[in-house]
């Protein structure tokens, strides 16, 4: 069984940062890619930022310039660096990963953090 935990979240006001962090845990055989999406409510999930095994990465356009993905596969810890937020940020951000338990690839889910940028 694989478990993601979510941490850093929490309220901020306009123009500050915050730092998500995701750890993978469990009879994890390796990673592939993983990612974060955010849901803001009445609205679908969407993908905000995503960085492969090796280390390419790919944003949404709403966050260039402003977000960075990064990862330490030694820990199995996926990060999000926010900076310059904005109050359309707010939204709970989840963490995903395809994660190999043997012969079979699946993705996880993390139980989500609020992020609420107001002043």
């Known amino acids: 069984q694989v478990q993601l935990v979510e941490s850093g979240g929490g309220l901020v006001q306009p123009g500050g940062s915050l730092r998500l962090s995701c750890a993978a845990s469990g009879s994890i055989f390796s990673i592939y890619a993983m990612g974060w999406y955010r849901q803001a409510p009445g609205k679908q999930r969407e993908l905000v930022a995503a960085?492969?095994?090796?280390?390419?990465?790919n944003y949404a356009d709403s966050v260039k310039g402003r977000f960075t993905i990064s990862r330490d596969n030694a820990k199995n810890t996926v990060y999000l660096q926010m900076n310059s937020l904005k109050p359309e940020d707010t939204a709970v951000y989840y963490c995903?990963?395809?994660?190999?338990?043997?012969?079979?690839?699946?993705?996880?889910w993390g139980q989500g953090t609020q992020v609420t940028v107001s002043s």
């Open positions: 995903n990963a395809d994660v190999s338990v043997g012969r079979l690839t699946e993705g996880y």
């Open positions: 960085i492969t095994s090796g280390g390419s990465t």
